[in-house]
């Protein structure tokens, strides 16, 4: 969710929130605009709003577009507005589709949808990428956009004109280039637009799918949606939010800092939304949660999760601010109900995914991505402010731990692997 939109989903850009859905309104009919991720709009005559289901809405865009059943399951409809005053309505990815099934769409239609709506996410670093993968799904854009890779032509000028059509504004700003965007960040330097051709010669074309240019494009839009599937928080729904910042110099000064929490079927990810990269991520087996109200607190979706305060196991508790506390806390519990509804996990299957349906074939197996030291996909844990405890309620220094039950009730059980909370022993050793 981004901003604040009136239902959870995939966030459009901040420019398409301002846009209302309903462009005008009489007495018995409406024209709704549904907006699509690659910003065209299906303009809807509509007899009696006010009555009209969101299924049936749903199913008038997919007569439009012309899409298959299995769009069905694959796209949701989205209210998405700032200030939830005029909202757009948007046709986008459903948070609850699983990615392996999306492995097993062929209609080229439901594949450009999925994605210009993934491109958009990469683009708008809404979805924090290395650089090596910035360039590679650039590599991709720039092959559905400008066609095969040919030697010989001004390709780098097409390139240097629209690079923000291929990677991510913090990536292509101007004057200091590529290189200044990345300073600091842990991550390799890139090698610019240069890095990005060389990627975009490595591209290999499909042997016979060039006699139909829309067909031959369809290799590349599952090639750039697979390439996301290696990012833990693809397919996520967005909330903005603020966490506290660590005490830092003579004054211990902290204040707070925007982020973004991206929740999936797969688990919770805290990411930093000016720097572009996680700071935690967790799966649901790896948490425990809750939330307060404003009426009892404040808005606040509380992670507690295991750590180490100087070196001695913990648990930690992760406050963040946030109006959408108890939207998010809702959405966690129905995806950790959603995959304990499906068949359960074999021991040879990731805790992370549901089970394949009986007498249905297994999906491709996936081996899991190596993570580049300093990715910005994985957790920042040090840049985090949080509260250490072994007791209920109280903050530690060092301690010598023990396993007992957790500080919040509000869990995923799956017996392997289940998060579980440190209680001191009897006598506690303070540093």
């Keep these: 969710m981004d901003g604040t939109e009136g239902n959870a989903g995939q966030p459009g850009p901040a420019d398409r929130s301002h846009r209302s859905s309903v462009s005008s309104v009489g007495a018995r009919a409406a024209d709704v605009l549904v907006y699509l991720a690659d910003d065209t709009m299906v303009p809807l005559a509509v007899e009696n709003l006010p009555s009209l289901t969101a299924h049936e809405l749903h199913q008038a865009v997919r007569e439009v577009l012309q899409l298959p059943d299995v769009a069905l399951d694959a796209f949701a409809l989205w209210l998405v507005s700032p200030l939830l005053d005029e909202p757009s309505?948007?046709?986008?990815?459903?948070?609850?589709?699983?990615?392996?099934?999306?492995?097993?769409?062929?209609?080229?239609?439901?594949?450009?949808?999925l994605y210009e709506e993934a491109k958009g996410n990469v683009l708008a670093a809404r979805y924090p990428c290395d650089v090596e993968d910035c360039e590679a799904l650039g590599a991709l854009v720039c092959r559905v956009q400008l066609g095969p890779y040919q030697p010989g032509q001004p390709t780098a000028c097409a390139l240097r004109e629209k690079l923000d059509s291929f990677l991510p504004a913090h990536l292509c700003k101007r004057g200091h280039g590529l290189f200044a965007?990345?300073?600091?960040?842990?991550?390799?330097?890139?090698?610019?637009?240069?890095?990005?051709?060389?990627?975009?010669?490595?591209?290999?074309?499909?042997?016979?799918?060039?006699?139909?240019?829309?067909?031959?494009?369809?290799?590349?839009?599952?090639?750039?949606?697979l390439k996301c599937h290696e990012l833990p928080f693809y397919g996520s729904a967005f909330f903005h939010g603020e966490i506290d910042k660590p005490a830092q110099g003579f004054l211990h000064r902290g204040g707070q800092k925007p982020?973004?929490?991206?929740?999936?079927?797969?688990?919770?990810?805290?990411?930093?939304?000016?720097?572009?990269?996680?700071?935690?991520?967790?799966?649901?087996?790896?948490?425990?949660?809750?939330?307060?109200?404003?009426?009892?607190?404040?808005?606040?979706?509380?992670?507690?999760?295991?750590?180490?305060?100087?070196?001695?196991?913990?648990?930690?508790?992760l406050k963040i601010y946030s109006k959408q506390a108890e939207l998010m806390s809702s959405l966690i519990e129905y995806c950790i109900e959603l995959s304990q509804a499906t068949e359960p996990a074999t021991p040879q299957e990731s805790a992370a995914g549901p089970a394949s349906a009986a007498g249905s074939s297994p999906p491709p197996t996936q081996h899991p991505q190596l993570r580049r030291q300093g990715s910005v996909v994985c957790s920042r844990i040090q840049h985090l402010s949080t509260i250490d405890y072994v007791e209920e309620g109280e903050q530690i220094k060092r301690v010598k731990p023990k396993r007992s039950t957790s500080f919040f009730s509000r869990q995923l059980s799956l017996g392997q692997g289940s998060y579980a909370v440190v209680q001191p022993t009897e006598s506690l050793e303070q540093g």
């Design 89 to 113: 309505l948007q046709f986008r990815r459903n948070v609850f589709f699983p990615k392996r099934r999306e492995l097993q769409i062929h209609d080229k239609e439901v594949l450009r949808l």
């Design 181 to 225: 965007a990345l300073r600091g960040r842990g991550t390799k330097a890139g090698t610019g637009e240069q890095g990005l051709l060389n990627a975009y010669r490595r591209v290999k074309e499909v042997a016979g799918s060039e006699s139909e240019h829309e067909a031959s494009l369809s290799p590349h839009y599952r090639a750039y949606l």
């Design 259 to 317: 982020v973004s929490v991206a929740i999936s079927l797969e688990g919770v990810h805290v990411i930093d939304s000016r720097e572009k990269h996680v700071l935690l991520g967790l799966r649901f087996q790896e948490l425990s949660w809750d939330h307060t109200s404003p009426e009892e607190e404040e808005s606040v979706l509380w992670l507690e999760f295991d750590g180490d305060n100087e070196g001695t196991p913990v648990n930690k508790l």
